[in-house]
């Protein structure tokens, strides 16, 4: 059994614990395709099986957030279940805001927050943040393709969010109210989709404990955007044993067929078809 389930993970959930849920129900190893704080709910997607090959591929795809930020105060995790930290009771005003989602869009460097899963010394950077040490972390290059202001609601600004994957939604809230000249946190953060996977079709935990396996999607399911390449007949048992096979030069990832059949994702490298993620017999 190998594919995917488009996960609506709720809010208080971890990602582990949807995982232990949907490998519960398929009987089949399982992981999650990029994480969501407990605290977020939305869009997780989770491979299963032989899926599970598709991780890299998958966890660099381009994210859309809903969500909501609160400026006047902070928490030490940048988000609604940390510590306040500081309180200036300064709230910008929406063209205020509206200026600082301009210049935080595009290519930027994000210096993510203490509070992560980051590894510092093979030790994970929220469990030193945890013990008091002072968590001094790299910036690092993201990709923020658009932050559109809705609307207020109460004392949360909403916004849409979509950017690529290493993003953090919590530094992007400290970073707009900085740009704003106060401070601010995340207050609530609903993941609208991951790559192909959508909300509109995402199934709650209940959904998948009842439905099972009608929840999964096939492999095919998230490849359906990438070019196909086919071989001749002749190349079947060079491919079958990882032999040299040479082809035309061509960019990115093909779907590589031989004898129709599917035998995984492949890259040309001079001259040469290296196969970077083997899907033979899935």
């Avoid at 859309?64 to 510590?83: E, I, M, N, Q, W």
């Avoid at 063209?95 to 994000?110: D, H, P, S």
């Avoid at 932050?147 to 970073?175: E, H, K, M, P, W």
């Avoid at 079958?240 to 990115?252: K, L, Q, S």
């Amino acid at each position: 059994m190998n594919g995917f389930v488009n996960v609506l993970k709720p809010v208080g959930a971890t990602a582990s614990d949807v995982v232990v849920c949907v490998k519960g129900v398929l009987g089949e190893k399982a992981g999650h395709l990029g994480t969501l704080d407990p605290g977020a709910s939305g869009v997780l997607p989770v491979a299963v099986g032989k899926a599970t090959r598709l991780f890299d591929f998958l966890t660099d795809k381009v994210k859309r957030y809903r969500a909501f930020f609160t400026f006047g105060k902070t928490t030490d995790t940048l988000d609604s279940y940390g510590a306040v930290t500081q309180t200036t009771g300064s709230v910008p005003s929406e063209e205020q805001v509206t200026r600082a989602c301009q210049a935080l869009t595009g290519e930027i460097m994000q210096t993510p927050p203490a509070y992560s899963a980051i590894s510092v010394g093979g030790v994970r950077a929220y469990k030193l943040a945890r013990s008091g040490q002072d968590v001094q972390l790299k910036s690092r290059k993201v990709t923020v393709y658009a932050i559109n202001f809705l609307r207020r609601q109460g004392d949360a600004f909403v916004f849409d969010v979509t950017c690529s994957a290493g993003t953090y939604i919590r530094a992007l809230a400290r970073d707009v109210a900085e740009a704003c000249g106060t401070v601010g946190y995340m207050s609530a953060l609903i993941r609208l989709s991951s790559g192909c996977f959508d909300i509109a079709d995402a199934y709650t935990l209940d959904e998948v404990r009842s439905l099972g396996q009608q929840c999964l999607l096939p492999v095919s399911y998230v490849l359906s955007d990438v070019e196909t390449l086919c071989l001749p007949d002749q190349c079947y048992d060079d491919l079958d044993f990882g032999r040299y096979v040479a082809c035309a030069p061509f960019e990115g990832l093909k779907k590589v067929y031989c004898k129709g059949q599917l035998f995984g994702l492949g890259c040309c490298t001079n001259g040469r078809l290296n196969l970077k993620y083997y899907l033979k017999n899935i």
